[in-house]
């Protein structure tokens, strides 16, 4: 199956991960599908955190779509018996180290809601690795308050998944790319202001700082009593984290988002000093059947797809 007719089958059932994104924590342990339910090449790894809990995680080798259930990636899940593949071996396209993408969780689900992403990019010669939050998944577990924001640990799980990816003898440890939405995009930005080892960054709904966002919560869910971590780090924070961040940069958020609208967006796009992309998408809104992703499929991903190829690809 090509890219063009595989991008074009715009995905009908979508996953619930990031329809309530932004509404707190709101973890789930079982995984509703794995990767091979879906003919997809890949392996579970775990790795520890350095206060010693277990993180799991999917790696996913780059790929072409041969033998893969196209057309039910973000369609199905979980997927209907008739549907399902069978497990296929780990293996790789050939021996070259490829640039590898990490793509972290949000604040509800578990990664099975990340297979619909990876693929898009797997697919396009991306190593690709999604991993749970302690307390999600098969994770270890954590107490988990549902009106917290974020835990200032999860830090701890995503220092431990980068340092995990750089060790695989797939990877380029010089190109190594973050992905994260909403929850997931400002960790991730955390660890491009923490670290110096991560080449390329996108985040869609992006915010600036807990007090900005908790304002807009307020107004969308005044029934919530949602808290940020007392104990997470200001300096990481993006409004405060921007100015020191130079690798190419790629925010995306919807116009119609009331939870980190565009301007928290256009915020840290001034703040930046390396190579950076806004796009505010047109008519999406934060999540859900309206977030940029499903509203402007397939050039979502087709722009996500040439962002990482041309600062993650470039270093060849």
């Not at 072409?64 to 990636?73: E, F, H, K, L, Q």
């Not at 209907?80 to 790789?92: H, M």
């Not at 915020?267 to 992703?293: C, N, S, T, Y």
Request: glycine share 6%; hydrophobic share 40%.
């Amino acid at each position: 199956m090509n890219i063009l007719i595989r991008m074009v089958l715009a995905p009908v059932i979508v996953l619930f991960l990031l329809a309530n994104s932004l509404h707190a924590l709101k973890p789930q342990r079982e995984y509703p599908a794995t990767p091979s339910e879906y003919g997809i090449i890949y392996k579970e790894v775990a790795f520890q955190t350095v206060d010693s809990l277990n993180i799991k995680g999917w790696f996913f080798s780059a790929q072409d779509t041969t033998g893969i259930a196209n057309t039910v990636i973000g369609r199905h899940v979980p997927v209907p018996p008739e549907l399902k593949r069978n497990p296929r071996p780990y293996l790789t396209l050939d021996k070259k180290k490829k640039p590898t993408i990490i793509i972290c969780s949000g604040d509800a689900g578990n990664m099975t809601h990340l297979i619909f992403y990876a693929y898009h990019l797997f697919t396009r010669g991306f190593n690709v690795l999604t991993f749970d939050w302690r307390g999600f998944g098969e994770s270890d577990d954590w107490p988990i308050e549902q009106d917290q924001l974020i835990y200032a640990e999860f830090l701890l799980d995503y220092d431990a998944a980068i340092d995990f990816v750089k060790n695989q003898p797939e990877v380029d440890s010089r190109r190594i790319g973050l992905l994260g939405f909403s929850t997931g995009a400002y960790l991730s930005f955390a660890m491009v202001a923490k670290r110096n080892d991560i080449a390329a960054y996108a985040g869609r709904a992006l915010l600036t700082s807990f007090d900005d966002l908790l304002a807009n919560l307020r107004e969308v869910k005044p029934d919530r009593n949602f808290r940020a971590p007392k104990d997470y780090p200001k300096k990481l924070l993006p409004i405060n984290a921007a100015p020191q961040i130079s690798i190419p940069v790629f925010l995306i958020v919807g116009e119609k988002d009331n939870r980190t609208p565009p301007w928290m967006s256009e915020k840290i796009i001034e703040e930046l000093k390396g190579p950076k992309e806004l796009w505010i998408v047109p008519e999406a809104e934060h999540g859900g059947r309206f977030a940029p992703e499903f509203k402007h499929y397939p050039e979502f991903f087709m722009r996500l797809a040439t962002f990482f190829d041309k600062y993650l690809n470039k270093q060849q």
